[in-house]
């Protein structure tokens, strides 16, 4: 015995599987991009953990809104692991916008170990710092999530 297929109930399957097809190729993504990092004011401090504001140039070249929702990364100033970090708050991040945003982060020092009190001594002796950045950040567009792993490093003239 064959199955036969309902001939109206198969169009419209066809139907809505092209119709999805269309939808998620018009969806297209580019990366959003961290241009630059503009300024970095240290709000709290302490010898276990601090918390700054974070000012960012960011370019979403995407026609729709993205959310940053969450980040976990670790945190090196000269090379020296100074501990981990993480997003406060979501940062959305609007349509097709170049821009500053400012961005709360709170950063766990005493997960770093070792000698981290020399490292600060060593931050507030020099002209210029190397920051690195490195984790994974996760943010959402529409309905869908996304998780991505960047490695960002720039250097800073102390002041």
């Not at 504001?53 to 670790?74: I, Q």
């Not at 709170?106 to 490195?134: C, D, F, H, P, Y």
Request: glycine letters at 8%; charged letters at 25%.
């Amino acid at each position: 015995m064959k199955a036969r297929l309902n001939a109206p109930m198969s169009r419209l399957s066809i139907c809505m599987l092209l119709l999805t097809a269309m939808t998620l190729t018009s969806c297209g993504y580019e990366d959003v991009e961290v241009k630059e990092i503009r300024n970095v004011e240290v709000t709290k401090f302490s010898t276990e953990e601090f918390e700054a504001n974070v000012t960012v140039l960011v370019d979403n070249p995407n026609w729709y809104k993205l959310t940053l929702t969450e980040s976990d990364f670790d945190i090196y100033i000269s090379g020296q692991h100074m501990g981990k970090g993480s997003l406060v708050e979501e940062l959305e991040v609007p349509k097709k916008t170049e821009g500053e945003f400012t961005v709360t982060v709170k950063g766990n020092i005493a997960s770093a170990g070792g000698n981290v009190l020399g490292g600060l001594l060593n931050i507030l002796m020099s002209e210029k710092q190397t920051v690195r950045l490195a984790g994974i950040a996760t943010g959402k567009a529409m309905m869908f999530k996304r998780e991505v792993l960047f490695d960002f490093e720039e250097e800073f003239e102390m002041k």
